[in-house]
């Protein structure tokens, strides 16, 4: 059974930073990529950022400069350095494994930019 464990959220200023990171356990074979996505309330659920295998990232046009993804491929982890954070950014943030053949989610962590 594969199990994603996220961590990191909270409450944070504008302006303010925080890191998010993604733990992966389980009998995983192959990862082809992790990434963030993010879920506001009313709102759908958006990609924020992913990373491949092979170290390609992409990330949306509204975090870009700002949210940097990052791996540790020997610990099955994901990271999300989130910098200069913004009242928009308020979400629920949730990783994603994309193996062959199985997707996997984590079960979300809360961030909220407010004064």
């Known amino acids: 059974q594969v199990q994603l464990v996220e961590s990191g959220g909270g409450l944070v200023q504008p302006g303010g930073s925080l890191r998010l990171s993604c733990a992966a356990s389980?009998?995983?074979?192959?990862?082809?990529?992790m990434g963030w996505y993010r879920q506001a309330p009313g709102k759908q659920r958006e990609l924020v950022a992913v990373i491949t295998s092979g170290g390609y990232t992409n990330y949306a046009d509204s975090v870009k400069g700002r949210f940097t993804i990052s791996r540790d491929n020997a610990k099955n982890t994901v990271y999300l350095q989130m910098n200069s954070l913004k009242p928009e950014d308020t979400a629920v943030y949730y990783c994603?494994?994309?193996?062959?053949?199985?997707?996997?989610w984590g079960q979300g962590t809360q961030v909220t930019v407010s004064s």
């Open positions: 389980g009998s995983i074979f192959s990862i082809n990529a």
């Open positions: 994603k494994m994309i193996t062959t053949p199985y997707d996997y």
